[in-house]
């Protein structure tokens, strides 16, 4: 539930000027270098927290539009670089808590009849966690019981993240890769930024801000939901995030098999003793050139992205040719998967994000939401100098994931705040205070991780 922001709280914020000063000078340096390293995002409309050094994509803005097809002129420009898919709009399903995203998870796998793709940042180690699993064992023995299994099962997650600890992601999975090795993959995305020295001297934790992997893409044959949540029990339970389920659109999931496939490929391949390494042919991350990685590993992912672009732009113009037919499932929506993997060099993700930001005016209205209130400098500059109207929501410091966190990380949400108060003291400025709004997730006993 938003309610409006308190700018009171955000002034007379309970810590100090010095301290305020000092840390958050701190942690904007973290999150920016946090940000410029940080690993992939794959979602249906563009996050928050990519950093934007590229220039926009050029403009070619109609003066008007209405309708799916006035949209689509609109947007058009997005089908030149990413695949845009047309989908029916009834297949498009908003889950609304964690609960329902985690029962939605289980049915479906126990219904998967040819594959089940899991990307994660991390799988958690609790009871839930182990439940999803249990779940996922026992739809690999029923497929056993064909003389020719189909079902496959493929999880891609964070390296540094699922290797913490030792009892981790790894050591949950490792069972069922042992017992189905045939069916089972388990990819392990390591950042080609954590090498050498650094790689040796950073700390488990630590090393986790240097660069993780972070799609969040669950698909259970031809339906996909896209979440910005992990597979840890927080995610099940208490904490709020966003859940798009389309159900059926073979064409949409292929598409994100695909592309978790290519990532999964450049990246380590966990075995059934628990040892890890690369598919042939592949460059290793960083026992490896960099260089060499980065090249290996954009080919490979953007000739996904490529071939589904061109795929779809043809499919589109032998449609536009076909007489109008009598369909009563219209595909009414248009999908634009974004990708941003800037370590190997794609920007895809932060230069539709400024050009649509740039070319919203007037008579738009521009919803953002983050946990966290960090937009970088290029973000904010074009939300001050917008005509659209911004609604923008985050998390209060109550729903914080770190508050109440033990010491400097228990000051974070605090920081937030902070920044949040700085971004506010110039929209009144400018006057802008009946064009951009903030607004506060507060809920007790939840936190708050949307994006």
Partial sequence: ?????????????????????????????????????????????????????????????????????????????????????????????????????????????????????????????????QDLVDCMEKALEHSQEDHAPDLKVSFLLDYTRGSRGKHNSRTMLLPLLQRFPEQMRVSLYHTPDLRGLLRLLVPERFNETIGVQHIKAYLFDNSLIISGANLSDSYFTNRQDRYVLLEDCAEVADFFADLVGAVGDVSLQLQPDDSVHMMEGMVHPYKGKRADFSALAQRRIMEVVNTARVRQNMLEEECSELPDSDETVPNDTWIFPLLQMKPLGIHLDEQVTKRLLIEAGGDSVVYLTSGYFNLTRTYMQLVLGAAADYQILMASPEVNGFFGAKGVAGAIPEAYVHLARQFYNKVCQLGQQSRVHLHEYHRPDWTFHAK
């Avoid at 927290?49 to 994509?57: F, N």
């Fill in 1 to 129: 539930m938003a309610a409006p922001m308190t700018w009171k709280r955000l002034v007379f914020s309970a810590y100090t000027p010095a301290f305020s000063w000092v840390f958050t000078r701190i942690t904007d340096r973290f999150f920016r270098t946090h940000e410029r390293r940080r690993g992939s995002a794959v979602l249906l409309l563009a996050p928050l927290l990519a950093e934007a050094d590229s220039a926009p994509l050029a403009s070619s803005r109609p003066p008007g539009f209405t309708g799916v097809e006035g949209l689509h002129s609109r947007f058009h420009w997005m089908a030149d670089h990413v695949p845009a898919f047309r989908v029916p709009g009834g297949r498009i399903h908003i889950l609304h808590s964690p609960d329902e995203f985690y029962q939605a998870m289980k049915a479906r796998i126990k219904t998967a009849k040819s594959r089940v793709v899991m990307a994660s940042l991390y799988l958690g180690t609790g009871p839930l966690e």
